[in-house]
């Protein structure tokens, strides 16, 4: 089966600009929701992902594959690969355009297995928008910035109002938040356009 990637972005797009408020080159981003299985630290074996703004609407984001990462021995799970990859993509789109979004497709290429204690760096970089779609791709280096591509990823986020994560959020989960709004972070995001 052959590699051969399709355009992309597949749609004409508008180049994004960032929003005037995202943080600048160099911030480090705090997690956005404590229990998310991709950046919470209340998941004990969630991705833990970390992730620091770049030059250029990118975002380089780093995770370490662990022991409760597996598919197969010693090596992590595509599965959670992708989901460290939408991870590092919804807070690139997140955090410089401050809107919320959500992921409506992602597609991954993986080209070398990640054993168990590899660090990923992924760089992610906003391609850009058609209206509500937003374009976004990254790769994953093994262990250093200049290390051999494992993995990359493209997807389409979707902009949607605050009210998506209020009409369709388990009541409980969301009482939380309002108890305890630290649970969230810095919302990157601007609630009152
Ligand atoms: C208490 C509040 C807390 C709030 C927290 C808020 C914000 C946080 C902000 C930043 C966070 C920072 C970091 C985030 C880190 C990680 C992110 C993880 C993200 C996820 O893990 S998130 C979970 C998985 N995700 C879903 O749970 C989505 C389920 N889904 C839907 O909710 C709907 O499906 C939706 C909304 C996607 C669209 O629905 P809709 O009705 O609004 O709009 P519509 O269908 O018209 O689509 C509009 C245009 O997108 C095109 N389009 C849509 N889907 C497409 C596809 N798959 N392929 C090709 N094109 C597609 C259409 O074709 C149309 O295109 P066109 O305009 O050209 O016609």
Redesign the pocket.
């Known amino acids: 089966m052959s590699r051969t990637q399709q355009p992309w972005p597949p ?1 004409d797009t508008e180049p994004p600009k960032a929003h005037p408020d995202a943080p600048a080159p160099g911030t480090d981003l705090p997690q ?2 404590a229990r ?1 299985f ?2 919470g630290d209340q998941q004990e074996d969630g991705l833990h992902l970390r992730a620091q703004v770049g030059d250029g609407h990118t975002i380089r984001s780093r995770f370490t594959v662990t022991e409760a990462h597996q598919g197969a021995p010693g090596l992590a799970h595509g599965g959670l690969l992708a989901c460290a990859f ?6 690139t ?3 410089l355009l401050r ?7 992602l597609e991954t290429d993986f080209l070398r297995p990640v054993p168990v204690g590899t660090t990923l760096v992924i760089d992610a970089h906003l391609d850009g928008i ?4 937003v374009y976004v791709s990254a790769e994953g280096r093994m262990d250093t910035d200049d290390g051999p591509v494992a993995v990359r990823a493209r997807a ?3 902009l ?1 109002d ?1 009210s ?3 009409n ?2 388990r009541p409980e989960d ?1 009482q939380a ?2 108890q305890d709004p630290k649970l ?1 972070g810095r ?3 601007e609630v009152n356009p």
């Not at 939408?86 to 807070?91: I, Q, S, W, Y």
């Not at 058609?130 to 779609?133: C, I, L, Q």
């Open positions: 749609v956005h929701y998310c991709g950046c939408d991870e590092a993509l919804g807070t789109v997140g955090n809107k919320p979004a959500v992921t409506g497709k058609a209206g509500r779609k389409l986020f979707v949607v605050l998506h994560f209020v369709h959020g969301l938040v309002a969230l919302l990157p995001v």
